[in-house]
């Protein structure tokens, strides 16, 4: 396989990217100078090296290893209430939207609706170990299960229920998920801030 096929491979692994668009970044950084391609490559690296998670909610920031994110460190976040997401971007949009002051949760993906290895698409024994440290520690009182309202992120969200009855009925909280402000089939991370403040305010 020739050095271009090698990256058009690399770029079709990106969400979204098929053969022919990965083949035009491909042919894009051709056709930039040397200096633009070492600055990509570099700022890669970069990305790789001095971005880390959180290591409670699992966001991705700027930051040292295994240092607490500012959400999670802040005396200023209301630690009675935790909100699942599926990945950052829906995270950084519901934090746009400055409707919601609580602790977050990434959950990393949505449970396939046919699968028997749910583990290796999201991250439940982090969260079964965040909402015991929460409930101990912070008196944790709601969950909300805030995913995008499809087919597999309502299977999820029924996933999540069961997965988390145990520690409800030890700790005695909440468990809720967003309202209809979502219409079905809408992608949370795409959502505008009133969308996003009526979802959380008709949670239920």
Known sequence: ?????????????????????????????????????KELGDKIQDLKNTIH??????LFFQ????????????????KSSLLIVEKDADYENIKRSKNYNGMYFILGGLVPIVTKDTPNYVRTKELLRNIENQSKHNGLNEVIIALSLNPQGEHTDMYLRE?????QNTYNFN???????????T???????ETIKNALRNRS
């Open 1 to 37: 396989m020739n050095p271009i096929d090698k990256l058009t491979e690399h770029f079709k692994e990106f969400p979204g990217i098929g053969e022919r668009q990965a083949k035009r970044f491909v042919y894009f950084l051709l056709h930039k100078n040397p200096i633009y391609v």
């Open 53 to 58: 998670q959180c290591p409670s909610c699992f």
């Open 63 to 78: 930051s040292k290893q295994d240092q607490l994110c500012d959400v999670c460190d802040s005396p200023k976040t209301d």
């Open 163 to 167: 997965l988390l009855i145990p520690l």
């Open 175 to 185: 468990i809720v998920s967003l309202g209809r402000g979502l219409s079905t089939g």
């Open 187 to 193: 992608e949370l991370e795409y959502s505008d801030s």
